[in-house]
């Protein structure tokens, strides 16, 4: 299993000090969203160079260190169209560089007409929110049939692919192979719903499993009528049978830390290490 972890939830600093500390723990990669983790870097559009992307890439290959992911996430269906043109040019120049990186995928979730934050809003389950959806990322994959570069889509309850049918949906409308899935269970689920997680774990691999590229592992608890994410084996998800659901289907999806707290990262790694050791005899 390679594990690996969102850089920024390590905090903001320079490749080669966040790579060490990416190795100390014991990840294989990282999910990277240079605006986020990379000192000098927070204004956006993100600008790429070879030569900025070579010298971020080589501290990682020093660490042994893969770029699983390069974060892009925007909201494809924002009210300000200055938003949606500067996430778009923003996401098609990482799908550019991507293979300069060596990173596999370019990812994002898939927006919401709540604008931020992108939470439920009723256009979000309308035919029209998904055409609107639709037609930036048709242009999207054909800027990354152009590179010879994959994208990573991600989806949400509170989204426009607010459940695994819909985001297999616009796979199948934007016709590319170089579009592929992210599969974050904790995303998918609500106040409503959380109880049958295992079911919906269930559903989204049967629905995606083909193109399952990523998992995203999370945590969580209930407080006050709401789920409050927490590190990992501090939640209520039985993670033996997560896990072995996520390994039996999707062996060779990376899976990726996201949100857990620095100061809890090394304990959920060696919990989900002793987890797959675990269900794997």
């Not at 100390?24 to 870097?41: P, S, T, W």
């Not at 160079?49 to 890439?57: A, L, R, V, Y």
């Not at 049967?206 to 501090?234: A, E, M």
Request: charged share 30%.
């Amino acid at each position: 299993m390679k594990l690996g972890v969102r850089l920024h939830d390590l905090g903001r600093n320079t490749p080669e000090i966040l790579a060490k500390k990416v190795k100390e723990i014991g990840f294989d990669g990282i999910q990277l969203v240079c605006n986020k983790a990379l000192l000098g870097e927070e204004k956006l559009p993100t600008v790429l160079n070879k030569e900025k992307i070579d010298s971020i890439k080589e501290a990682f290959k020093k660490e042994n260190i893969e770029i699983f992911m390069l974060g892009a996430y925007f909201n494809p269906v924002h009210s300000n169209p200055d938003k949606v043109r500067l996430g778009f040019e923003n996401f098609a120049n990482f799908l550019k560089y991507e293979n300069c990186f060596g990173a596999d995928f370019v990812g994002s979730e898939t927006g919401s007409f709540s604008d931020e934050p992108w939470v439920y809003h009723p256009t979000n389950r309308t035919e029209e929110g998904f055409q609107k959806m639709l037609s930036v990322f048709k242009d999207l994959a054909k800027v990354a049939e152009k590179y010879n570069a994959k994208m990573a889509l991600e989806g949400a309850y509170g989204h426009v692919c607010y459940k695994p049918e819909v985001l297999k949906r616009l796979y199948e409308e934007i016709g590319s192979n170089s579009v592929y899935y992210i599969v974050d269970l904790y995303n998918y689920l609500s106040i409503d719903n959380y109880e049958n997680y295992l079911d919906i774990l269930k559903n989204a691999i049967d629905t995606l499993k083909d193109r399952v590229v990523i998992f995203h592992l999370k945590d969580f608890i209930v407080i006050d009528g709401k789920l409050k994410q927490v590190d990992l084996g501090k939640g209520i998800l039985d993670y033996h049978k997560v896990l072995k659901m996520m390994l039996d289907s999707c062996p060779d999806a990376y899976y990726i830390f996201e949100g857990v707290s620095a100061d809890g990262m090394e304990e959920s790694y060696k919990f989900i290490k002793k987890i797959e050791s675990e269900v794997r005899r």
